[in-house]
């Protein structure tokens, strides 16, 4: 693991605790210090760790924000030039570019486990933050097969399931299911403390669930969201247009129009979504990407690689 934050941090635990052979390089000495106190085998060296990883062909996964991704794949290309690579980046096509300018992309998989909370940092983490979560596998046309299912075996080892995506896809889906609730409970946050102390001490259960993650650091918000600034323009206009069909309908007559109701059926088809068991596909096989993206697009994960054949 290169970087201990909430999710490098909970990778390692969960790694470790899977009973796979994990070490990390963290920047800060008082995360590394942290880390050893609990028996984790970390360095603040990060050239030392990546040799070591070179010499015991490990999986890199790469876990910093994405203002320090171009760097770290540089190192990665000199000093560990065999090894698998992945990432746990909220975007995958500004990753996918970094990996194909460094020489990386045949060795390169993409990752994104969509867990979290609004904390950060080694402190925050914890073993059991993948557990039943997605995390995106990326399937490319020029993915190594025996690396994706390296890395799917990661992620299904840590208890998440796996979700198949190529990078494109992936950053429009997340752009409105993640990126954009993040501008909105910023917006939200700040329409709540415009009303002052009153409407500050009358918040309860809604307020709070919605301004969640803006209690998130807001230099974490901003890598996350300001790589995929082209599909969040996408998300964030339509909720624009939402919001303003709502206001001139409750200018020209004074209700919600049919806001209420859409909103109730989209988050009735969420809380019901079916996750159907990807079969029948084997990797490696001409095509196979474009299948696994296909499938995954309809919904379909993997919780287990016997289930490809």
């Known amino acids: 693991m290169i970087g201990l934050g909430l999710i490098g941090g909970s990778l390692l635990r969960a790694a470790t605790q899977a009973g796979r052979d994990a070490f990390a390089y963290n920047r800060t000495r008082e995360a590394v210090k942290a880390a050893r106190d609990e028996d984790f085998e970390v360095s603040d060296n990060l050239s030392a760790t990546l040799e070591r990883a070179e010499s015991s062909n490990a999986i890199i996964v790469v876990s910093v924000p994405m203002p320090a991704v171009d760097a770290i794949f540089d190192m990665i290309a000199r000093l560990a030039p065999q090894c698998t690579v992945t990432d746990v980046v909220s975007v995958k096509g500004a990753v996918l570019d970094a990996a194909r300018?460094?020489?990386?992309?045949?060795?390169?998989?993409?990752?994104?486990?969509?867990?979290?909370?609004?904390?950060?940092?080694?402190?925050?983490?914890?073993?059991?933050?993948?557990?039943?979560?997605?995390?995106?596998?990326?399937?490319?046309?020029?993915?190594?097969?025996?690396?994706?299912?390296?890395?799917?075996?990661?992620?299904?080892?840590?208890?998440?399931?796996?979700?198949?995506?190529?990078?494109?896809?992936?950053?429009?889906?997340?752009?409105?299911?993640?990126?954009?609730?993040?501008?909105?409970?910023?917006?939200?946050?700040?329409?709540?403390?415009?009303?002052?102390?009153?409407?500050?001490?009358?918040?309860?259960?809604?307020?709070?669930?919605?301004?969640?993650?803006?209690?998130?650091?807001?230099?974490?918000?901003?890598?996350?969201?300001?790589?995929?600034?082209?599909?969040?323009?996408?998300?964030?206009?339509?909720?624009?247009?939402?919001?303003?069909?709502?206001?001139e309908s409750l200018t020209e007559k004074g209700t919600l129009g049919d806001l209420a109701d859409r909103g109730h059926a989209a988050r009735t088809r969420y809380e019901n979504v079916e996750r159907s068991p990807i079969e029948g596909i084997s990797v490696g096989k001409d095509?196979?990407?474009?299948?696994?993206?296909?499938?995954?697009?309809?919904?379909?994960?993997?919780?287990?690689?016997?289930?490809?054949?």
Not at 217 to 242: H, Q, Y
Not at 287 to 309: F, I, Q, T
């Open 101 to 247: 300018h460094h020489g990386l992309a045949e060795r390169f998989v993409g990752g994104h486990p969509m867990a979290g909370t609004a904390e950060s940092g080694w402190a925050a983490s914890f073993p059991e933050l993948f557990h039943d979560a997605a995390w995106v596998v990326a399937a490319e046309s020029d993915t190594d097969p025996n690396r994706w299912l390296d890395v799917a075996q990661l992620a299904l080892d840590c208890g998440a399931f796996v979700v198949p995506a190529n990078a494109a896809d992936h950053d429009r889906a997340v752009a409105r299911i993640s990126h954009l609730p993040h501008v909105l409970a910023e917006t939200l946050a700040i329409a709540g403390e415009a009303g002052q102390d009153l409407a500050l001490g009358l918040a309860a259960g809604s307020f709070r669930d919605g301004t969640r993650v803006a209690g998130a650091s807001p230099a974490i918000v901003r890598a996350i969201c300001e790589p995929n600034a082209k599909a969040l323009l996408t998300a964030l206009d339509e909720a624009l247009g939402e919001l303003q069909r709502v206001r």
């Open 287 to 309: 095509g196979w990407a474009e299948k696994m993206c296909e499938a995954g697009r309809r919904g379909g994960v993997v919780r287990s690689l016997n289930e490809l054949s």
